[in-house]
């Protein structure tokens, strides 16, 4: 069973909501993210989704482009995030960590190089956002004997049969993605998104993760009420991107956001 | 892979929209279901006569094809060498051949029932043939335009607005074609219920490499004809600039298969392939994926997009339409790059010498023609893609050569 599984095996028995971080690794500069992860950890979080910075991300808002080009201005590389993820590991041998970002860095490193690295850091998961099942077959074979679970997007627009489809080649989590749009939206329309996860729920036994458009301890109570995991990212980069330039108070900044939504969750 | 002579490249893409290992679809969920949705309007009325009769007739009365074919004779002969034939796409509404499409793709929407519709452009060139076919059909329209491009092209830029298009200048990373797109599709994913995105080039998730060539082929269905009645048979080359690559693949398309005309698809090489600032991805760049698609990329070690030079702002763009790139693999057209100055070199020599002033991203085109034709003989014959005018690039020309207007 791979870390995320066990991690939400063991947050089902104790009846909770899994809370997922994303903060973009190496911003703003590439000391900060491995303190970062465990002050994260610390505070409640439960897997961690670590960006991978690429120069063109057309499925993020603002808010996470910015935060890719403050890495990219510290020339952060996939090798330097999964060094990241490696030294992190010395530290915490139980918390999941995805990667989340764009195909073309993995690609251009080669599928299986990515996949026996990233295995070897203690990757747990990857959801590259541009890469649907129906162009994954190469990839799937590469992470399926390192047990590196391949995250999928699910979004308001897929039908019944895409959503089987996506589930069949999913493992981990699927990810529903809760608005039509980008990283960083404002609206959330939780009826909406209830219906919808029902409707996923008979495709797979697979825990449902909800992100996009999530952004402080009421959404987070909202969302946990219906999902396995809440998925927050823009409101933290945010967070990161106003204390750019005092870097020691980001990690106790976004501890606080985060215990605060874990306690909202826990609340119920 | 199988090689160039098995290849019916008339069936190119695959139901999936691959030109080999090029092409596919690499986008977020969100936008898979709308694309399936364009794909199948896109593969209806490309059969349906009613919307053929009404493209048809667009394309006459709207934008004045055919495009004539012209014997640039005086040209040839202070070239030496092949004749060299112009296919004057210069001459269409708007100055350039990226109305064939936004026409297209306009009708589309108006069967899909979109109401909006939204555009990336580079020189300004495919911004503006959105925004005229938007203001004709009484469509709302918003264009995406890296806020460097629109510095070069601000006359571009007016004329958009002059249409009635909101122009929005997109200021993140190299603010160029290639922001300007990621920008566009950041809109779409969010507007997609009543929003039609008309991409201008050949690439792109599917289906849009296959639908913008689709509508650009009239480009060498025409020309086929116009040379065997003109010059008493088909070209021995073909000659056209790449930037994206959708006037080279309207153009290539219907010849594909006439396996004894040479077929050249000429990039950017900037300030020289060899200095690293050029936009030559298919002489100097690798394979990798972005915007949809698997391509040949300007891409760094660690697979960053990296930023582009070309003196023409068409061009300017770091990937290439998936089926160039096949097209290369498999042998069947052949790549090069000119430099900026060998292209001004050619502005103006065409404009000198046969009175027609041609776009910056023409200029690459004929630059190569220019190499080609001496080796060639007399006998033979070059078409060359004048793909657009060069009304645009007064400023860019002027100031290059230290003149204000």
Same mark, same amino acid.
């Given at each position: 069973?791979?870390?995320?599984?066990? #991690?939400?095996?063991?947050?089902?028995?104790?009846?909770?909501?899994?809370?997922?971080?994303?903060?973009?690794?190496?911003?703003?500069?590439?000391?900060?993210?491995?303190?970062?992860?465990?002050?994260?950890?610390?505070?409640?979080?439960?897997?961690?989704?670590?960006?991978?910075?690429?120069?063109?991300?057309?499925?993020?808002?603002?808010?996470?482009?910015?935060?890719?080009?403050?890495?990219?201005?510290?020339?952060?590389?996939?090798?330097?995030?999964?060094?990241? =993820?490696?030294?992190?590991?010395?530290?915490?041998?139980?918390?999941?960590?995805?990667?989340?970002?764009?195909?073309?860095?993995?690609?251009?490193?080669?599928?299986?190089?990515?996949?026996?690295?990233?295995?070897?850091?203690?990757?747990?998961?990857?959801?590259?956002?541009?890469?649907?099942?129906?162009?994954?077959?190469?990839?799937?074979?590469?992470?399926?004997?390192?047990?590196?679970?391949?995250?999928?997007?699910?979004?308001?627009?897929?039908?019944?049969?895409?959503?089987?489809?996506?589930?069949?080649?999913?493992?981990?989590?699927?990810?529903?993605?809760? =608005?039509?749009?980008?990283?960083?939206?404002?609206?959330?329309?939780?009826?909406?998104?209830?219906?919808?996860?029902?409707?996923?729920?008979?495709?797979?036994?697979?825990?449902?993760?909800?992100?996009?458009?999530?952004?402080?301890?009421?959404?987070?109570?909202?969302?946990? #009420?219906?999902?396995?995991?809440?998925?927050?990212?823009?409101?933290?980069?945010?967070?990161?991107?106003?204390?750019?330039?005092?870097?020691?108070?980001?990690?106790?900044?976004?501890?606080?956001?985060?215990?605060?939504?874990?306690?909202?969750?826990?609340?119920? | 892979?199988?090689?160039?002579? +098995?290849?019916?490249?008339?069936?190119?893409?695959?139901?999936?929209?691959?030109?080999?290992?090029?092409?596919?679809?690499?986008?977020?969920?969100?936008?898979?279901?709308?694309?399936?949705?364009?794909?199948?309007?896109?593969?209806?009325?490309?059969?349906?006569?009613?919307?053929?009769?009404?493209?048809?007739?667009?394309?006459?009365?709207?934008?004045?094809?055919?495009?004539?074919?012209?014997? @640039?004779?005086?040209?040839?002969?202070?070239?030496?060498?092949?004749?060299?034939?112009?296919?004057?796409?210069?001459?269409?509404?708007?100055? !350039?051949?990226?109305?064939?499409?936004?026409?297209? +793709?306009?009708?589309?929407?108006?069967?899909?029932?979109?109401?909006?519709?939204?555009?990336? *452009?580079?020189?300004?060139?495919?911004? &503006?043939?959105?925004?005229? /076919?938007?203001?004709?059909?009484?469509?709302?329209?918003?264009?995406?335009?890296?806020? &460097?491009?629109?510095?070069?092209?601000?006359?571009?830029?007016?004329?958009?607005?002059?249409?009635?298009?909101?122009? /929005?200048?997109?200021?993140?990373?190299?603010? *160029?074609?290639?922001?300007?797109?990621?920008?566009?599709?950041?809109?779409?994913?969010?507007?997609?219920?009543?929003?039609?995105?008309?991409?201008? *080039? &050949?690439?792109?998730?599917?289906?849009?490499?296959?639908?913008?060539?689709?509508? +650009?082929?009239?480009?060498?269905?025409?020309?086929?004809?116009?040379?065997?009645?003109? !010059?008493?048979?088909?070209?021995?080359?073909?000659?056209?600039?790449?930037?994206?690559?959708?006037?080279?693949?309207?153009?290539?398309?219907?010849?594909?298969?006439?396996?004894?005309?040479?077929?050249?698809? /000429?990039?950017?090489?900037?300030?020289?392939?060899?200095?690293?600032?050029?936009?030559?991805?298919?002489?100097?760049?690798?394979?990798?994926?972005?915007?949809?698609?698997?391509?040949?990329?300007?891409?760094?070690?660690?697979?960053?997009?990296?930023?582009?030079?070309?003196?023409?702002?068409?061009?300017?763009?770091?990937? /290439?339409?998936?089926?160039?790139?096949?097209?290369?693999?498999?042998?069947?057209?052949?790549?090069?790059?000119?430099?900026?100055?060998? @292209?001004?070199?050619?502005?103006?020599?065409?404009?000198?010498?046969?009175?027609?002033?041609?776009?910056?991203?023409?200029?690459?085109?004929?630059?190569?023609?220019?190499?080609?034709?001496?080796?060639?003989?007399?006998?033979?014959?070059?078409?060359?893609?004048?793909?657009?005018?060069?009304?645009?690039?007064?400023? *860019?020309? @002027?100031?290059?050569?230290?003149?204000?207007?």
């Amino acid at each position: 069973m791979s870390r995320i599984s066990r #991690r939400f095996a063991a947050l089902r028995e104790q009846n909770r909501t899994a809370l997922i971080p994303y903060v973009t690794a190496g911003d703003p500069n590439p000391g900060i993210t491995v303190g970062l992860m465990h002050a994260m950890v610390e505070a409640g979080a439960d897997i961690i989704e670590l960006g991978v910075p690429f120069s063109d991300p057309m499925a993020d808002g603002p808010v996470i482009q910015r935060a890719s080009e403050r890495a990219l201005a510290h020339n952060v590389s996939l090798r330097d995030v999964l060094s990241m =993820v490696r030294e992190f590991r010395a530290g915490d041998d139980d918390t999941p960590v995805i990667l989340m970002g764009y195909l073309n860095p993995v690609e251009i490193m080669g599928y299986p190089a990515f996949a026996e690295a990233a295995a070897d850091a203690g990757v747990d998961g990857l959801l590259t956002v541009d890469i649907p099942p129906e162009e994954a077959g190469e990839l799937l074979a590469a992470l399926r004997p390192k047990d590196i679970d391949p995250i999928f997007l699910l979004a308001p627009t897929s039908s019944p049969g895409r959503i089987q489809r996506i589930c069949d080649a999913a493992s981990g989590f699927v990810y529903y993605v809760s =608005v039509k749009g980008i990283t960083g939206s404002s609206s959330l329309d939780v009826e909406g998104v209830a219906a919808k996860l029902a409707e996923v729920r008979r495709a797979t036994g697979l825990p449902i993760g909800v992100g996009f458009g999530i952004k402080d301890p009421d959404s987070a109570r909202a969302v946990a #009420r219906i999902a396995d995991a809440v998925i927050v990212g823009s409101a933290l980069v945010n967070r990161i991107e106003r204390l750019a330039d005092e870097p020691e108070a980001i990690a106790p900044a976004l501890a606080g956001q985060l215990a605060a939504m874990r306690l909202a969750m826990d609340q119920g | 892979m199988p090689t160039n002579d +098995q290849i019916r490249f008339s069936e190119m893409p695959d139901a999936h929209g691959h030109f080999g290992p090029y092409g596919g679809m690499f986008v977020a969920e969100t936008l898979m279901e709308p694309l399936d949705e364009l794909r199948q309007a896109y593969e209806k009325y490309l059969g349906d006569e009613v919307f053929l009769t009404e493209l048809d007739a667009d394309l006459a009365h709207y934008v004045g094809r055919p495009s004539p074919v012209y014997h @640039a004779e005086r040209l040839s002969r202070e070239i030496g060498g092949a004749q060299i034939y112009l296919k004057r796409e210069d001459l269409n509404h708007t100055g !350039a051949h990226k109305v064939n499409n936004t026409i297209g +793709q306009a009708l589309l929407a108006k069967r899909m029932g979109k109401t909006r519709i939204i555009a990336e *452009t580079g020189a300004g060139q495919h911004g &503006v043939a959105t925004a005229t /076919v938007a203001a004709r059909l009484g469509l709302e329209c918003v264009v995406y335009m890296g806020s &460097v491009d629109m510095a070069r092209q601000e006359a571009n830029v007016y004329r958009m607005r002059l249409l009635g298009a909101r122009v /929005v200048g997109v200021t993140s990373g190299s603010k *160029t074609l290639k922001d300007a797109l990621n920008e566009a599709m950041r809109d779409w994913v969010t507007n997609i219920d009543d929003t039609f995105y008309i991409i201008g *080039t &050949v690439a792109g998730p599917h289906p849009y490499p296959a639908m913008v060539r689709d509508f +650009q082929a009239v480009i060498g269905r025409e020309a086929r004809q116009q040379m065997q009645h003109q !010059a008493g048979g088909l070209p021995d080359a073909l000659v056209a600039c790449v930037g994206g690559g959708s006037n080279a693949i309207g153009l290539f398309y219907p010849f594909l298969d006439d396996r004894e005309v040479a077929i050249y698809g /000429v990039e950017a090489a900037g300030s020289g392939l060899e200095t690293g600032s050029h936009a030559a991805p298919l002489c100097a760049g690798r394979p990798g994926v972005l915007h949809g698609n698997r391509t040949y990329l300007m891409e760094d070690e660690n697979g960053q997009i990296i930023e582009t030079h070309s003196v023409s702002a068409g061009l300017d763009y770091p990937g /290439v339409g998936p089926e160039h790139a096949w097209l290369k693999d498999v042998g069947r057209a052949r790549y090069v790059a000119v430099t900026d100055d060998e @292209a001004l070199a050619a502005f103006h020599t065409l404009t000198r010498t046969e009175g027609i002033i041609p776009a910056l991203e023409s200029s690459h085109a004929l630059a190569y023609a220019f190499k080609l034709a001496p080796t060639m003989a007399r006998e033979q014959s070059i078409l060359v893609n004048l793909s657009g005018r060069g009304d645009k690039d007064m400023h *860019t020309v @002027a100031a290059i050569e230290g003149i204000e207007i």
